[in-house]
């Protein structure tokens, strides 16, 4: 899956989608002019801001938005590239973001992508980015959290 931002993405915006990148061992790509049809060649997720930080997380597949996520960030720490992450949780959320990546459910990794209310990245049990999830919208449903 490939990582890309809106056409001028602030720095917060950009140093976010690296560490996402990182964790989660998706290649980030620096959008510029390219289309989101250009793009669409392959699974993307589009980070877009609100008020100059990551706000929302809208995932394509064949070039079109499955899913769409409005979340407030936190980013804890810095972390380098590792493991393929494992989703943690049984909502429907986690169940459309695995079906979606391609990431598996369970156990059986050092990091851990746990879906309950709030989207949590954690490695070795220590937390890296929080997502506080504001509102989801998918194909078939709009939650509102």
Same mark, same amino acid.
């Given at each position: 899956? @490939? @990582?890309t931002t809106a056409r001028k993405p602030s720095s917060k915006?950009?140093?976010f989608c690296k560490h996402l =990148?990182?964790?989660? =061992?998706w290649m980030y790509v620096t959008r510029g002019k390219t289309s989101l049809q250009d793009l669409a060649v392959e699974p993307f997720l589009l980070? =877009? *801001?609100y008020k100059g930080n990551p706000g929302s997380f809208s995932y394509f597949l064949n070039g079109k938005c499955v899913l769409s996520i409005r979340a407030n960030v936190s980013?804890?720490?810095?972390i380098g590239v590792g493991a393929e992450p494992v989703i943690q949780g049984n909502s429907p959320l986690a169940l459309d973001i695995s079906k979606i990546t391609g990431l598996r459910?369970? *156990?059986g990794s050092e990091r851990v992508i746990r879906i309950k209310d709030n989207i949590e990245f954690t490695c070795d049990g220590k937390?890296?980015?929080k997502l506080t999830v504001l509102e989801v919208r998918g194909e078939d449903s709009a939650r509102s959290i």
């Amino acid at each position: 899956m @490939i @990582i890309t931002t809106a056409r001028k993405p602030s720095s917060k915006t950009r140093i976010f989608c690296k560490h996402l =990148g990182r964790f989660t =061992g998706w290649m980030y790509v620096t959008r510029g002019k390219t289309s989101l049809q250009d793009l669409a060649v392959e699974p993307f997720l589009l980070v =877009g *801001e609100y008020k100059g930080n990551p706000g929302s997380f809208s995932y394509f597949l064949n070039g079109k938005c499955v899913l769409s996520i409005r979340a407030n960030v936190s980013l804890d720490k810095d972390i380098g590239v590792g493991a393929e992450p494992v989703i943690q949780g049984n909502s429907p959320l986690a169940l459309d973001i695995s079906k979606i990546t391609g990431l598996r459910t369970g *156990e059986g990794s050092e990091r851990v992508i746990r879906i309950k209310d709030n989207i949590e990245f954690t490695c070795d049990g220590k937390s890296y980015i929080k997502l506080t999830v504001l509102e989801v919208r998918g194909e078939d449903s709009a939650r509102s959290i």
